[in-house]
């Protein structure tokens, strides 16, 4: 069964002060890893897919790469407005769900 | 253009109520997929239909049933409601099942079972 697992669960930075989230991952064959943010009362909002190891996207002040076992986001300077929970999921090559993990929730302060 | 739209956006039920839930996808998505996110834990997987078929389903008791319409719409109906069906109803959309394309998902509905 595939499986995501996310760490740490909660993040406390102070702006500016760069850190990495960690996704690991077990899929029976993987077609695609997403990373998506979630505002408070909000749905998920897409930021990148990773399709296979060695890749890595940027966008902003974050940095997404993959391994063939997990998965970090990257974040640079953060600022306040990066504050969020972030999503990480998975999609196998024959099922076309995404199975997500609990998320990082992130607190970034003046 | 419009996203990814559900109604209604906040609804309080009690025990054994039933509720339909609804959703339209982006304009040119085929493929609609439901997701339940109780609160601190990520979304899991309920159903997903394509061209109006049901393309796969999640680990959900009979009680959750969805269906999807010739616009692509789609509906969500949960029978007998139990207090642990509170959460918020996730829609997803995507153009079609090829590839890892994007899921696109709306605000949610927030279902609160007394």
């Known amino acids: 069964e595939d499986q995501v697992t996310q760490s740490p669960e909660a993040l406390r930075l102070q702006e500016g002060e760069s850190s990495s989230l960690n996704c690991s991952y077990t899929v029976s064959g993987l077609r695609g890893l997403f990373w998506y943010r979630q505002d408070p009362g909000k749905g998920p909002e897409f930021l990148f897919t990773?399709?296979?190891a060695g890749e890595e996207k940027e966008k902003e002040r974050l940095k997404a790469t993959l391994t063939k076992k997990e998965s970090f986001l990257h974040i640079t300077a953060p600022k306040p407005e990066d504050s969020a929970t972030y999503l990480c999921?998975?999609?196998?090559?024959?099922?076309?769900?995404?199975?997500f993990g609990t998320g990082t929730r992130l607190l970034v302060s003046p | 253009d419009a996203g990814v739209t559900q109604s209604p956006t906040h609804l309080i039920k009690t025990r054994g109520q039933q509720v339909t839930l609804r959703c339209s996808p982006i304009?040119?998505?085929?493929?609609v997929s439901w997701y339940q996110q109780v609160l601190g834990q990520g979304p899991q997987f309920i159903f997903q239909y394509y061209e109006k078929e049901e393309r796969g389903r999640g680990n959900f008791p009979d009680r959750f049933s969805a269906r999807q319409f010739p616009n692509y719409s789609s509906e969500l109906n949960v029978n007998a409601l139990l207090l642990g069906d509170s959460a918020l109803y996730l829609c997803?959309?995507?153009?079609?099942?090829?590839?890892?394309?994007?899921?696109?998902f709306g605000a949610g509905s927030r279902l609160t079972v007394l």
């Open positions: 304009s040119g998505h085929k493929s």
């Open positions: 999921a998975v999609m196998n090559t024959g099922f076309q769900k995404l199975v």
């Open positions: 990773l399709y296979s």
């Open positions: 997803a959309s995507r153009v079609d099942l090829s590839g890892a394309n994007v899921l696109t």
